[in-house]
């Protein structure tokens, strides 16, 4: 497993919501140290819809000296709209690439759900309601095929002209995306689930049998009894409100030991198949803290392996506002056998 990464959020904007309402430079530059130096990743992954973010936080995780997987991932933009971003965005890429920094462009994530177009519905919410309905989703399917194979075809030259290193895209399994237009092949889909259990380990072995490098730039759970079982869907446990997360739907109980086992088994996993590169999901999800109150501790759905605090200051890191979870020390455990 030569790449051993981790993804950092820098905003993923919905409805003019942000998932990372305090952009702090110094506090990223440390967070990057920390995900070097105690995590023991030697790349990260950034995302997020803001460009300006996406490239102030890439230079500092190539400051830092992580490989830079520079992930737009954007909401709600049309298909001309995301084209424009990403021929942007790898113009910036190759910027930070060109003064040294070893980097790999992603030409966006989960676009079919992501942006207008591609499948029918106004709203990110709409579409991702689509994947509740199997029968509407098969009806879907074809059509949004073929827009995303011609939405790549005409932009993948473009990025090409603007950014010289490698590229790939951080996929969803039913997009059926042409790979031979890319360096890399990935995937956002590789959540094992109950549902999956029984072909999982096959299907990831197959996914990193195409002839070319393959990335899982998702993976992760929850911190609570049987989150594992629903891997991916921990936002829907969350009520939310105008794009905020209010309160969980129904009680949980914490259990961080769920989301350590979880992951040490995707590990093993991703090792067998010989995946090239690993990007567990998250460092942190900053819009869903930790509370005392079981029905208000919103980082039980969290994917992240630091639980963040409202009000208060970390006891391992004291100039961060969180505390690692037990998965942190495990993965970091992990990740330093495998260097």
């Avoid at 950092?8 to 130096?37: C, Q, W």
């Avoid at 095929?145 to 011609?150: T, W």
């Avoid at 993976?219 to 209010?246: H, L, T």
Wanted: overall charge negative; proline content about 4%; charged content about 25%.
């Amino acid at each position: 497993m030569r790449i051993r990464g981790v993804t950092y959020d820098t905003g993923f904007i919905n409805n003019g919501v942000t998932t990372k309402e305090l952009f702090d430079e110094t506090t990223i530059a440390r967070e990057m140290e920390i995900i070097k130096d105690h995590l023991h990743c030697n790349a990260v992954r950034i995302t997020g819809g803001d460009a300006d973010r996406l490239e102030k936080t890439a230079i500092l995780a190539a400051s830092a000296g992580l490989e830079v997987w520079y992930c737009p991932f954007t909401c709600d933009l049309d298909i001309q709209e995301l084209q424009n971003f990403l021929l942007d965005a790898a113009t910036r890429a190759e910027k930070i690439r060109a003064s040294g920094a070893s980097i790999v462009f992603l030409t966006g994530s989960e676009i079919s759900l992501t942006t207008k177009g591609f499948f029918s519905g106004d709203s990110f919410n709409d579409r991702v309601a689509s994947l509740k309905d199997p029968l509407q989703l098969r009806t879907k399917m074809p059509s949004m095929r073929a827009a995303i194979a011609d939405f790549f075809n005409r932009t993948i030259p473009l990025i090409r002209e603007r950014f010289h290193g490698k590229i790939s895209y951080a996929s969803l399994p039913f997009e059926s995306v042409d790979w031979s237009l890319f360096d890399i092949i990935a995937t956002d889909g590789a959540y094992k689930t109950a549902a999956n259990a029984a072909i999982y380990e096959q299907a990831m072995i197959n996914f990193a049998s195409q002839g070319k490098p393959a990335a899982i730039t998702e993976f992760g759970c929850g911190s609570y009894e049987r989150a594992a079982a629903n891997a991916g869907q921990g936002i829907w446990m969350v009520e939310w409100k105008d794009g905020r997360p209010i309160q969980l739907k129904e009680p949980l109980k914490r259990d961080e030991g769920e989301q350590v086992r979880y992951m040490l088994e995707s590990l093993e996993t991703f090792q067998k198949a010989n995946m090239d590169a690993v990007f567990l999901t998250c460092f942190a999800s900053y819009h869903l803290p930790f509370r005392e109150d079981p029905l208000l501790d919103l980082d039980m759905t969290s994917y992240g392996i630091v639980k963040v605090y409202d009000d208060r200051q970390g006891l391992r890191f004291p100039d961060m506002r969180w505390d690692p979870k037990e998965s942190f020390d495990a993965v970091a455990s992990a990740f330093k056998n495998l260097e």
